[in-house]
């Protein structure tokens, strides 16, 4: 093992870059968060949905504490053009080559900090599971131990496994030897992850985890694992860019305030983005008419706790997880010793029929049903117009704001220009969630007084005609 015996001390301040993968839409948000906590300036990258910076070592912790962010890796090394050969063969072959060529040893010594940090967070090592059993000491003991030779979960040309579904020009793989070898005390188990995107690339994702997993495995004697690794190697090839990494993360920070998931619970860092973008300020009374598991307030609750959140969602279910999930950050904070109060309260309710007095609300933060995995797109036209009209009437004219989730554009669009007088469309952030293209819409309250425009006078006379039986034939 080259790299593990040229061990730095602990007093060396080493500078390196961190990478960080956010939600794709958000990059400014993170570099701004990063600017604001960190205080340095991060640089977006060409390929969309991660952002790089750089951080001393002993500022190392900061990194943990960014809401914006979903998965962190240190930097190895980085290469803006690189030339890849015409041939497959040659290709691979430089790949395998440039395993023993790069120099590991600040990424490494990064990654053994990182460890040490998150074993005094107490950080829970497993998979995405909602009840993560703690590793007993025991095994906490010998993970110390062995941590001096511990590394990376690498890739052999024995046997591939994709980790992602592939696409000719998007694909993402994880390489793993798969041979199950009796445990040695001091062996680092490590795997390769390549994520790819380009067309012109001769080879595939698969391929290059594969052979480059295979050279970093013969140049470390570390043990390929898919499952239980150490180290986590990263290789991110878009277009030309190269860009060879180690992770900081096992599980993404996205899930870290939801602990009863619901069937579109969006990500937490997602939900940052989105608060960020409406500026809550000091006693802002924000209302989040859908609340589903309650992953937008209580992130705001969290992280912008001098503004006060109304969680509702007309359905039980959803509304029990959100109080569920209330609970268990409150626990979870008097546990660690902090205030467990939270400016936060939970209420079932009609959503087109809020029990809020008008122009009495500063934001309206949700994500609206896409009509994919909840709801219908049918049902979404009649309930676009008559919820953007309530969220109107609640909302403050002249300063209140709107800032909604919704993959379902071509309806929300036409219920936006039925509202025309009531909103104004200030900004839309093109997200991907769970695989759908989706906008993130900031609004503003113009300062039309509610039930005077012509608007709301044509809805509110269509809704009480409808809701009297009358059957309008067009």
Not at 194 to 202: E, P, Q, Y
Not at 224 to 247: P, R, S
Request: with cysteine.
């Amino acid at each position: 093992s080259k790299i593990c015996n040229n061990d730095a001390t602990t007093g060396d301040i080493i500078t390196v870059t961190i990478g960080a993968t956010v939600p794709t839409g958000f990059e400014h948000t993170a570099a701004e968060e990063i600017k604001e906590k960190i205080g340095v300036d991060a640089r977006i990258s060409k390929d969309r949905g991660r952002v790089y910076f750089p951080i001393t070592t002993d500022k190392l912790f900061q990194v943990h504490l960014l809401r914006s962010v979903d998965n962190l890796f240190v930097v190895v090394e980085e290469y803006d053009h690189y030339q890849f050969k015409e041939s497959k063969e040659e290709t691979l072959m430089e790949l395998q080559q440039l395993a023993s060529k790069l120099s590991w040893t600040n990424a490494l010594e990064v990654w053994k900090l990182n460890r040490t940090l998150k074993k005094k967070k107490g950080y829970r090592k497993g998979g995405n599971g909602n009840k993560v059993k703690p590793t007993s000491e025991a095994t906490d003991a010998a993970a110390a131990d062995t941590e001096q030779q511990e590394l990376l979960q690498g890739a052999s040309a024995a046997e591939s496994q994709t980790k992602a579904e592939s696409t000719p020009d998007v694909d993402s793989s994880a390489q793993d030897s798969g041979e199950a070898a009796p445990p040695e005390a001091k062996l680092i188990k490590f795997r390769v992850t390549c994520n790819r995107a380009g067309d012109k690339h001769s080879f595939s994702s698969n391929e290059a985890a594969r052979d480059f997993g295979g050279a970093v495995q013969e140049f470390f004697q570390w043990k390929a694992d898919m499952t239980k690794f150490d180290v986590e190697v990263l290789l991110n090839i878009h277009n030309e860019e190269v860009i060879i990494g180690i992770a900081l993360t096992e599980e993404s920070l996205h899930r870290r305030n939801i602990s009863h998931f619901g069937p579109t619970t969006l990500r937490s860092t997602l939900c940052y983005g989105m608060l960020r973008l409406c500026k809550p300020q000091v006693s802002d009374i924000i209302l989040d008419p859908m609340c589903g598991t309650g992953a937008i307030p209580l992130e705001g609750a969290i992280e912008f706790n001098s503004s006060f959140y109304i969680a509702g969602d007309n359905y039980d279910m959803a509304v029990n997880r959100t109080v569920n999930n209330i609970c268990h950050i409150q626990k979870r904070r008097a546990e660690k010793g902090s205030a467990s109060g939270l400016p936060i309260d939970t209420v079932r309710w009609d959503l087109c029929n809020l029990p809020v007095r008008t122009s009495s609300v500063d934001i309206i933060i949700t994500d609206m049903p896409f009509g994919k995995r909840m709801g219908s797109k049918k049902k979404n036209w009649d309930l676009y117009p008559s919820c953007l009209r309530e969220m109107a009437r609640v909302c403050r004219p002249g300063s209140g704001k709107a800032v909604l989730l919704t993959q379902d554009k071509k309806c929300f669009s036409k219920a936006i220009s039925r509202m025309g007088g009531l909103w104004k469309k200030l900004l839309t952030v093109w997200v991907n969630v769970g695989g759908l293209h989706a906008g993130v819409y900031l609004l503003k309250r113009t300062g039309a007084v509610f039930g005077q425009t012509p608007e709301d006078v044509y809805e509110s006379r269509g809704k009480e005609n409808n809701s009297a039986g009358t059957v309008l034939t067009v």
